[in-house]
């Protein structure tokens, strides 16, 4: 996708594609991450199509990332659900990684949630707690806004000040202290590049920046959701937690399983924030 102009048709043959297979286009759109795939069970009257189904979709190589597109209703919201997403380790670049989120965005998106599953940096936190994301760091060393700009579809240089849009992490952190959910808290997220996970160097590097969680993914698709005036919620489920002083091996099987683990509270969290947001 270096040509600007062939990844805007392609963009758009995506967003004709999707025109035509659905009746009530959706509002919002949720991305789900490692071992964060069962949220599409909820929903009503739903429409599911395979990634590959879908023109110019880049394929899901992660086994625990289902790679459909699953539109209907959720909590009374139209909503379109990412059934797994893409890594730049995968070998794409930060603008195919987003390309779903600049396609839903062109289908008429306003509100984009983007999860995933983190290694704890934050010593405060535990296996099982969810991030609701203040800020973000960008250590991929690739940004999918690069090369030509296309206006109509964003700013060249958007604001990024506010990433996170205050009324939905205020609504989430309210929602989470009423639900019961203790182990929720807010911090900042940094996205590396994967696959290795964290040495303990790196680990302490990344506390010193000021990042809370660490993990592969959402960072891409977060700035093409802002590049696109989009109103942007970021959760992660912190599957571990790294001490450089007292380094174990990580597992990627483990960080699955505890993403699974903490799913069922985050999928609450989710249908709630959807219930009692405005649109």
Same mark, same amino acid.
């Given at each position: 996708?270096?040509?600007?102009?062939?990844?805007?048709?392609?963009?758009?043959?995506?967003?004709?594609?999707?025109?035509?297979?659905?009746?009530?286009?959706?509002?919002?759109?949720?991305?789900? *991450?490692?071992?964060?795939?069962?949220?599409?069970?909820?929903?009503?009257?739903?429409?599911?199509?395979?990634?590959?189904?879908?023109?110019?979709?880049?394929?899901?190589?992660?086994?625990?990332?289902?790679?459909?597109?699953?539109?209907?209703?959720?909590?009374?919201?139209?909503?379109?659900?990412?059934? *797994?997403?893409?890594?730049?380790?995968?070998?794409?670049?930060?603008?195919?990684?987003?390309?779903?989120?600049?396609?839903?965005?062109?289908?008429?998106?306003?509100?984009?949630?983007?999860?995933?599953?983190?290694?704890?940096?934050?010593?405060?936190?535990?296996?099982?707690?969810?991030?609701?994301?203040?800020?973000?760091?960008?250590?991929?060393?690739?940004?999918?806004?690069?090369?030509?700009?296309?206006?109509?579809?964003?700013?060249?240089?958007?604001?990024?000040?506010?990433?996170?849009?205050?009324?939905?992490?205020?609504?989430?952190? *309210?929602?989470?202290?009423?639900?019961?959910?203790?182990?929720?808290?807010?911090?900042?997220?940094?996205?590396?590049?994967?696959?290795?996970?964290?040495?303990?160097?790196?680990?302490?590097?990344?506390?010193?920046?000021?990042?809370?969680?660490? *993990?592969?993914?959402?960072?891409?698709?977060?700035?093409?959701?802002?590049?696109?005036?989009?109103?942007?919620?970021?959760?992660?489920?912190?599957?571990?937690?790294?001490?450089?002083?007292?380094?174990?091996?990580?597992?990627?099987?483990?960080?699955?399983?505890?993403?699974?683990?903490?799913?069922?509270?985050?999928?609450?969290?989710?249908?709630?924030?959807?219930?009692?947001?405005?649109?």
């Amino acid at each position: 996708m270096s040509d600007s102009g062939e990844y805007k048709r392609q963009v758009e043959a995506a967003v004709a594609f999707l025109r035509e297979r659905i009746q009530d286009p959706p509002e919002v759109l949720i991305q789900l *991450g490692t071992g964060l795939g069962e949220l599409a069970r909820a929903m009503q009257g739903a429409t599911t199509l395979s990634y590959e189904e879908i023109p110019h979709f880049p394929r899901s190589t992660v086994t625990s990332h289902a790679g459909n597109l699953v539109i209907g209703r959720l909590a009374g919201k139209r909503t379109a659900i990412l059934q *797994g997403r893409f890594h730049c380790y995968e070998g794409y670049s930060a603008r195919e990684v987003a390309f779903p989120i600049r396609v839903l965005a062109l289908l008429g998106v306003k509100t984009a949630i983007i999860t995933n599953a983190s290694g704890g940096l934050n010593p405060a936190f535990r296996p099982g707690t969810l991030m609701i994301f203040d800020d973000h760091i960008n250590l991929l060393g690739d940004n999918p806004l690069r090369g030509p700009n296309i206006d109509a579809w964003g700013e060249r240089f958007p604001d990024l000040s506010t990433p996170y849009a205050p009324e939905l992490r205020q609504l989430a952190l *309210g929602l989470a202290r009423r639900l019961g959910l203790s182990e929720t808290t807010s911090g900042t997220y940094v996205c590396i590049p994967g696959p290795s996970l964290e040495t303990p160097a790196e680990t302490r590097f990344l506390r010193m920046i000021g990042a809370d969680a660490v *993990g592969m993914s959402s960072v891409p698709e977060i700035l093409v959701a802002l590049h696109a005036g989009l109103r942007v919620l970021g959760l992660s489920v912190v599957a571990n937690v790294n001490d450089p002083d007292h380094f174990q091996p990580i597992l990627i099987d483990e960080v699955i399983g505890a993403a699974r683990k903490a799913e069922p509270r985050l999928q609450q969290l989710i249908i709630h924030i959807l219930a009692e947001s405005s649109p």
